[in-house]
């Protein structure tokens, strides 16, 4: 699967009230890479992953993910490769139970119910929720909604995975435990985090970005170098 | 999730539609009728643990809007029903009385509905028992939608009280900021969730929930409460009892 790739050419996106929020970034992302996405708040790093499955299309510039550009089109095609964590869990749990939450995506991809049922048990019990499958989301912890948002999208066993600061609000052992989970998942991973340590441990390669533009791209020791200097 | 299991919702959501059709269907000269129907959401609400006096409860919230529905009746038509002893009773205060009744009654088997199903399992039943998908879709949405007007609300109110120093009075001006605010904020937050259900590849329509499997327990629940209510609807009581049993009243 090797034609997963995510590539960025001079990408450049401004929102309708007009702040730049990504300016020419160009970037290439291999399969089976874990990156991880570094800057200050609001130096572009949820907006530039919302690029990689159409949620937002670049102003100006291409995303490409295999050999699919992505566009209004693709978009859907775009979104079963690309499998993504959003910031806020509770944006993605909405349904009446735990279990029909991570049955939500694979429903939508038209799969057979016992293929279903097979996929929500598995991400679930990667996750540690096995047994909370019958709850409302509302139900659990602040920490268990976010392994519930990463079950939900493993379920459709995605390519590409795709996480907003996955490890906010999670207690040192639901960190542990998602570190865990994201190590054993063999395709690529792109993550945006503020914990450099999930960083070093998970992601060989980082980018940093600050005001919407790439200003380093590296391994992940070293672009934390960088951003340290920069900060202080 | 409260209440009965998920199987039950599509025979509670059949019966709720047959009660529906008979108390609405009674007609407006015959309270009595009405009263008999009552015994649904009594013994409905005190089999299923949620207990009658709640429900009733509840039901009196939308009393207001009955009353000012059929409070015009007793004005306009004041032919004489019968008397009770010898003070005559208009057929307008009839109807107004079976205003009243009808309101009450299909209130409290909605809210019957809605304690013992949940909202969600409930647009998943009317799906399959045959509702158009865009209709519950829409439905959930907006359900969805009030729900996340509420949580909003509920966080602007925190943040307010939290930083407000027990100050609790806020001018008009004030309350229209907020006002203004809550709608921003619940927007921006309907499409992060819109977005959210895109990612994962929705196009316009829920994709249906876990099976329900009929179980017997809903099998008898539905014929036994459509039995019921078609009886209560439909056998004249005050006649049977007085023509049809060998009593010397
Ligand atoms: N919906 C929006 N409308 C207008 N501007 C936005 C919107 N969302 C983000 N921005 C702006 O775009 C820029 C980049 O925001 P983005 O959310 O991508 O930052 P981020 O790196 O994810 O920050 P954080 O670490 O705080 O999550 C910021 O200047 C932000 O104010
Ligand atoms: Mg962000």
Redesign the interface.
């Known amino acids: 699967m090797s034609h997963h790739y995510i590539k960025f050419s001079n990408v450049s996106y401004t929102y309708p009230d007009a702040t730049k929020a990504l300016d020419d970034v160009s970037l290439m992302i291999s399969h089976g890479e874990r990156v991880a996405l570094l800057g200050l708040n609001g130096s572009g790093k949820s907006t530039l992953l919302l690029q990689m499955n159409g949620l937002l299309l670049p102003s100006s510039g291409e995303v490409n993910v295999g050999d699919v550009p992505v566009t209004e089109k693709t978009a859907s095609i775009v979104r079963r490769t690309v499998g993504m964590v959003f910031q806020n869990p509770d944006d993605m749990l909405f349904m009446p139970t735990v279990y029909d939450d991570v049955a939500f995506g694979p429903r939508n991809m038209q799969l057979p119910e016992n293929e279903v049922a097979r996929r929500v048990e598995n991400s679930l019990s990667a996750v540690g929720l096995e047994n909370q499958a019958g709850k409302a989301s509302f139900q659990l912890s602040g920490g268990q909604r976010r392994c519930a948002a990463v079950a939900s999208v493993l379920s459709m066993e995605p390519d590409i995975l795709v996480l907003d600061e996955p490890s906010a609000n999670l207690d040192p052992l639901a960190r542990r435990n998602l570190l865990r989970i994201l190590s054993s998942f063999t395709h690529t991973i792109v993550l945006a985090t503020h914990d450099f340590e999930l960083a070093k441990k998970l992601c060989p390669r980082s980018i940093l970005l600050e005001e919407g533009k790439v200003i380093a791209d590296g391994e992940t020791e070293k672009v934390i170098e960088i951003f340290e200097n920069k900060i202080l | 999730?409260t209440g009965t299991p998920y199987t039950a919702a599509p025979s509670m959501l059949l019966v709720t539609l047959v009660y529906l059709i008979a108390v609405l269907s009674v007609p407006i000269q015959q309270p009595a009728t009405l009263i008999w129907l009552a015994a649904y959401p009594v013994v409905a609400s005190e089999i299923t643990g949620i207990g009658f006096g709640r429900v009733f409860l509840r039901s009196l919230l939308i009393l207001p809007l009955i009353i000012f529905i059929g409070i015009f009746n007793p004005f306009l038509d004041k032919e004489t029903a019968f008397f009770m002893g010898n003070i005559p009773v208009s057929k307008g205060w009839v109807s107004f009385i079976s205003i009243i009744l009808r309101g009450l009654l299909s209130f409290q088997a909605v809210i019957l509905l809605v304690s013992n199903t949940?909202f969600?399992?409930l647009f998943?039943s009317m799906r399959r028992i045959g509702f158009p998908k865009v209709l519950t879709t829409q439905l959930l949405l907006t359900y969805?939608y009030i729900t996340l007007v509420a949580e909003e609300a509920i966080i602007m109110k925190r943040a307010r009280i939290a930083r407000g120093y027990g100050r609790s009075r806020y001018s008009l001006k004030d309350w229209g900021r907020f006002v203004g605010l809550l709608l921003i904020r619940s927007s921006n937050?309907a499409a992060?969730?819109h977005?959210?259900?895109?990612?994962?590849?929705?196009?316009g329509t829920l994709?249906?929930?876990?099976?329900m499997r009929w179980t017997a327990s809903a099998w008898i629940w539905l014929t036994a409460w459509i039995v019921i209510i078609l009886i209560l609807r439909f056998i004249d009581f005050p006649y049977f009892v007085s023509h049809l049993l060998p009593l010397n009243i």
């Open positions: 999730m949940g969600i399992n998943n969805r937050r992060s969730v977005r959210a259900m895109k990612a994962r590849g929705f196009s994709p249906l929930g876990s099976p």
